[in-house]
């Protein structure tokens, strides 16, 4: 595969390139941002910090606004320059890549309100080891999913689709244990909700990143792997 | 006379010089017959096989090899020079008229070879009709300019037939409620689009199988240009339809299929769609978004 800069900058017209390079560029960006904000939230949550978790739910505004940027800048790119084959990929993913990115601050800002009532109500007892390792998974899913987007990896996509598989079993796991603590003292049950909860927003960003790594396949190859098996995906990616 | 030699030399360099390369390090022998995509079809209108052209030495089209299909419409996209025109030429024998352009292989139509010696040219290009870039009715009348061929060619013995076949067909090019009332006045009086139309209504008067267009709206404002693109969707239903163009969006737009020409090679031909989202050779994708060196 040639180098990531000869994929997308190497038109007749200068200032197209500038066009595509920049919606890339915003893109990462966002993505860096979110990333930033569900490591910060787990953070938080861990910590007791409510002050931190504040921030976080004050910065989503920043991730919001870029996102209706990319989206402008997706449109003006269109309407302008018509793109084709794997320009038009690029712009197409981007455009439905930003609401998954979009959606993650989202999750982000959720886990951030029960970090913030977490400590104001004490430490929940149990669930904290595996909300952290949780977290620290699909935030690498999320740091490899933009990375495989950077490189126009489909290789890296295909292992994050795989990475899903485990945590939705790590996040069934982590229910179960939850749910045991639960009957065994019922005065546990407000508390282990708010980590459930944050462990279902965890499983959502998981998710999210998996479809930004369909979206790369789909860019790199020029075929649609959403709501396909493993194995049609596996056999894209082959190819 | 040693002052002599290098201008000698330069001469035999400029005879020499090789053949451009084709780009993205494809050679020019990975590219000869060895089109990909879907070339062919069943029971085709045009069965093209490994057509070459000739200019005097100039070999303009390298063995081409392709299907067309009854109405179907389809492309021809590729950079200047690269044969497009050239090959739709030789699909109603345009080229004859050019006396160092030989024509090799196999093209037939229905099933009937197009350069069979014994063949008339004339009842050839009635059945296959041809519209040009640059509208170029008859100084004549808007009515004597449709009405010129199905006479020649006697497909109408009484005025009232030829009159009906006039309106026919200039309603089959979408122009006639704009000039029904000045059916007298000269076809050169028209817009450029409306010219076009005209010649695409003369084309049609004489009932042919399939119309060629090179370029039909590169001399039109894009209002025309989409009129003219309305109507190739409209004919489709009756006539096999070849345009050559130079704009991307108008093939994405009009065609069924798509066909990518490089330095006289068919690189790719594949349906409309997909060679818009996802090109399979290298060098159509580079043309088709704007990369080309």
Redesign the interface.
Known sequence: MKKDEDVYG????HQ?NEDLAGLKEDFLRMGGMVEQQVVDAIDALIDGDGHRADEIRGRDKQVDRLELEIDEEATRIIARR????????LVLSVIKMVADLERIGDEAKKIAKFALSLSEEGKAPRGYVETRHIGNHVSQMLRDSLDAFARLDSEQALRIMKEDKRVDEEYQAATRTLVTFMMEDPRNITRCMSVMWVLRALERVGDHACNIAEHVIFMAK??DVRHTPMEEAEKVVGR | MNTMNPVIDQDAKVEKAPEPPAGNGINDADLEGRTVGRPFADAPKFSLRDVEVFYGETRAIKRISLDIARNEVIAFIGPSGCGKSTFLRCLNRMNDSIDICRVKGQLQLDGHDIYDPKRDVVELRARVGMVFQKPNPFPKSIYDNVAYGPRIHGLANRKSDLDDIVERSLRGAGLWNEVKDRLDTPGTGLSGGQQQRLCIARAIAVSPEVVLMDEPCSALDPIATARIEELIAELSESYTIIIVTHSMQQAARVSDRTAYFHLGHLVEVNETNKVFTTPQHPLTESYITGRFG
């Open positions: 190497d038109h007749i017209s197209f018509q793109p084709a084959a794997r320009d038009l990929r020029g075929e």
